[in-house]
């Protein structure tokens, strides 16, 4: 880090330390203008960053990044992004401009409902209501893009904590759409006077929560991703973009453009394997590392090839079936009491036609439930490979209700 940026640094860290001890907004703001002025957001993001890993809380960096952009919205404002039609950032920005039209066609509604004295008024607000939070939900595309494509890119290089800072605003959005979706599917439960309060609090919220956080990202997020992420690394995220999918408000001449243009050749390239690796499409792994998750799974996996005959069984510590290394080669009618060869058979051609895809059983053993499923394996151009037969107890499985969270999670 330059002397500058060192200097910035720690004048930075005194501004969030002060708003730490309760000094306002506005007692900062002056100050702030001072030490960033002329500095890029890619330095924003790294002295963020550094102010992080030396212990101050992500809370208190978004906190002086909501200062930071009051002070130079107008400013930012002014910045234009040299991106094509269809590239990841515009489609991104794009999304941006909508879900903000979708906020304020919320907000007017709210407004509207403050009007209405009879529930039995508000049938046409609920149905368009209904529309804007089914819009809001289907979003989550958006985020999930951003989440599992753009942000690993930027922590390739070296970009890591703003992109931790926008996925933790992602779950205050989200609770916030949540809340929106309960609040009018259980309109009926609540009183009038009850609704339209929690209406208009929650349509306040979560346009100035989306606002903010869309000016952060299209101001200083993706500029920066701009800066540091090349080219040919863009074509890899449009692709992986094109995978996820997109909102269902999400225009069309946006997404349309290089579906047909991207070729094999634009692909990204693959890390270099070290020997001993096996490389997949979607990472590599050791033979030891593949056959350890393979017997880690809670489920009993039999392979069996296109010929018919058993090729392969993982060896968890409690199979529900027993497999032992004989049956490897062994025509998979043979596994079967005669009395059930002719179903095995019809389930094997329904798979090697393409008629059927999947087949499912459940039995009682005891007092488990067993569910026992059979997949057709296929490669990329749909060729049978071969049906892949899957077990597992649901007896525990069953029992679960309610909720437990990762958070609830206790060593």
């Given at each position: 880090?330059?002397?500058?940026?060192?200097?910035?640094?720690?004048?930075?860290?005194?501004?969030?330390?002060k708003?730490?001890?309760?000094?306002?907004?506005?007692?900062?703001?002056?100050?702030?203008?001072?030490?960033l002025?002329?500095?890029t957001?890619l330095?924003?993001?790294?002295?963020?960053?550094e102010?992080?890993?030396?212990?101050?809380p992500?809370?208190?960096?978004?906190?002086?990044?909501?200062?930071?952009?009051?002070?130079?919205?107008?400013?930012?404002?002014?910045q234009?992004?040299?991106?094509?039609?269809?590239?990841?950032?515009?489609?991104?920005?794009?999304?941006h401009?909508?879900?903000?039209?979708?906020?304020?066609?919320?907000g007017t509604?709210?407004?509207?409902?403050?009007?209405?004295?009879?529930p039995?008024y508000?049938?046409?607000?609920?149905?368009?209501?209904?529309?804007?939070?089914e819009?809001?939900?289907?979003?989550?595309?958006?985020?999930?893009?951003?989440?599992?494509?753009?942000?690993?890119?930027?922590?390739?290089h070296?970009?890591?904590?703003?992109?931790?800072?926008?996925?933790?605003?992602?779950?205050?959005?989200?609770?916030?759409?949540?809340?929106?979706?309960?609040?009018?599917?259980?309109y009926?439960?609540l009183?009038?006077?009850?609704?339209?309060?929690?209406?208009?609090e929650?349509?306040?919220?979560?346009?100035?929560?989306?606002?903010?956080?869309f000016?952060?990202?299209?101001?200083i997020?993706?500029?920066t991703?701009?800066?540091?992420?090349?080219?040919?690394?863009?074509?890899?995220?449009r692709?992986?973009?094109?995978?996820?999918?997109?909102c269902?408000?999400?225009?069309?001449r946006l997404?349309?453009i290089?579906?047909?243009?991207?070729?094999?050749?634009?692909?990204?390239?693959a890390?270099?394997?070290?020997?001993?690796?096996?490389q997949?499409?979607?990472?590599?792994?050791s033979?030891?590392?593949v056959?350890?998750?393979?017997?880690?799974?809670?489920?009993?996996?039999?392979?069996?090839?296109?010929?018919d005959?058993?090729r392969?069984?993982?060896?968890g510590?409690?199979?529900?079936?027993?497999?032992?290394?004989?049956?490897?080669?062994?025509?998979?009618?043979?596994?079967?009491?005669?009395k059930s060869?002719?179903?095995?058979?019809?389930?094997?051609?329904?798979?090697?036609?393409?008629?059927k895809?999947?087949?499912?059983?459940?039995?009682?053993?005891?007092?488990?439930l067993?569910?026992?499923?059979?997949?057709?394996?296929?490669?990329?151009?749909?060729k049978?490979l071969?049906?892949?037969?899957?077990?597992q107890?649901?007896?525990?499985?069953?029992?679960?209700e309610?909720?437990?969270?990762?958070?609830?999670?206790?060593?």
């Amino acid at each position: 880090m330059s002397e500058m940026a060192e200097n910035n640094k720690k004048m930075l860290k005194e501004l969030v330390m002060k708003l730490h001890a309760g000094a306002s907004p506005s007692e900062v703001k002056e100050r702030l203008k001072q030490v960033l002025e002329g500095v890029t957001p890619l330095e924003i993001s790294k002295i963020e960053q550094e102010l992080i890993r030396e212990g101050l809380p992500r809370e208190e960096i978004q906190r002086l990044c909501d200062i930071h952009l009051a002070v130079f919205r107008e400013q930012l404002e002014k910045q234009k992004l040299d991106i094509s039609l269809g590239h990841p950032i515009s489609i991104l920005m794009e999304e941006h401009k909508i879900m903000l039209q979708l906020a304020e066609k919320l907000g007017t509604i709210s407004s509207n409902v403050q009007q209405v004295n009879d529930p039995r008024y508000l049938g046409d607000e609920i149905h368009n209501l209904e529309h804007i939070a089914e819009d809001f939900m289907d979003a989550e595309k958006h985020y999930l893009r951003e989440e599992n494509v753009l942000f690993p890119f930027l922590e390739k290089h070296g970009i890591t904590e703003p992109p931790r800072i926008m996925w933790m605003e992602h779950n205050q959005i989200r609770d916030r759409k949540k809340q929106l979706r309960s609040l009018i599917e259980n309109y009926n439960a609540l009183g009038l006077p009850d609704f339209k309060r929690q209406l208009d609090e929650n349509s306040r919220a979560l346009n100035n929560i989306l606002s903010g956080h869309f000016f952060k990202e299209n101001n200083i997020l993706f500029p920066t991703a701009l800066r540091v992420i090349a080219d040919e690394e863009w074509k890899g995220i449009r692709k992986e973009f094109d995978e996820i999918g997109y909102c269902c408000f999400t225009p069309q001449r946006l997404t349309a453009i290089s579906k047909t243009k991207e070729t094999e050749k634009q692909k990204i390239e693959a890390a270099p394997v070290s020997e001993g690796m096996l490389q997949f499409e979607t990472g590599n792994l050791s033979k030891e590392e593949v056959e350890a998750f393979l017997n880690t799974l809670p489920v009993d996996i039999t392979f069996v090839d296109e010929e018919d005959a058993v090729r392969y069984f993982n060896k968890g510590e409690d199979r529900i079936f027993v497999r032992t290394k004989a049956v490897l080669g062994r025509k998979v009618q043979r596994c079967h009491p005669q009395k059930s060869v002719h179903v095995v058979n019809r389930i094997l051609e329904s798979f090697k036609t393409g008629e059927k895809d999947v087949a499912e059983f459940w039995i009682r053993i005891e007092n488990s439930l067993i569910h026992i499923r059979y997949f057709a394996v296929r490669d990329k151009n749909g060729k049978y490979l071969g049906t892949m037969e899957v077990t597992q107890d649901l007896t525990g499985i069953k029992k679960i209700e309610g909720e437990k969270r990762l958070l609830d999670w206790k060593a």
